[in-house]
């Protein structure tokens, strides 16, 4: 069984449009990172989340990558505070009652939070990829764009790790 790691802003959910939309209408300066900081610490999570699609079906894709019984499935996601944590926890339970979800403290690496070694980490953001690959695990970048050669795998749907090959190995 393989460990996949699914990230959840900009993978499960487009929250990152909603708060860039946001950012620019508050004219925040997106490369101030104390602005940013504050602004995401003090952000309304269990508001956004209501308002925020969801990216191509992607709890009908986890469960059927659940369904699967080819991975054990974890949503691993950075938090900048302790309500956005709880936000997302109540979220998700609402699609999905028994996936691991687990919350990293925005300070640190989601290499920190669980076993890397031979596990798919599926994230938006290559930062986080390469510091997962360097740690031995494997990396799946999630775009929606699959035109742009990304240095990762690249899928545009959570269930299209099934039918590559690594996923297939055990
Ligand atoms: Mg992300």
């Known amino acids: 069984m393989k460990n996949i790691y699914i990230d959840f802003d900009g993978v499960i959910m487009d929250t990152n449009r909603v708060t860039y939309d946001m950012l620019d209408r508050l004219e925040v300066d997106k490369s101030d990172s104390e602005k940013m ?54 979220f998700i339970r609402k699609y999905m009652k028994d996936v691991t979800i687990i919350p990293v403290p925005r300070e640190l690496s989601k290499t920190k939070m669980c076993s890397t070694k031979d596990s798919i980490l599926i ?8 510091e997962w690959e360097k740690e031995g695990g494997i990396g799946v970048q999630f775009s929606t764009d699959l035109s742009k050669d990304k240095g990762f795998p690249v899928i545009d749907k959570l269930d299209c790790i099934l039918d ?3 996923a297939e190995k055990e």
């Open 123 to 130: 994230d938006d953001y290559s930062g986080n990829l390469i």
């Open 164 to 166: 590559m090959k690594f």
């Open 37 to 90: 900081s504050e602004f995401y610490s003090n952000l309304n999570w269990k508001k956004i989340l209501t308002l925020t699609p969801i990216i191509n079906d992607a709890f009908g894709c986890m469960k059927k990558l659940y369904a699967s019984g080819k991975c054990n499935l974890a949503i691993l996601t950075h938090v900048n505070s302790v309500d956005e944590a709880i936000a997302k926890i109540n």
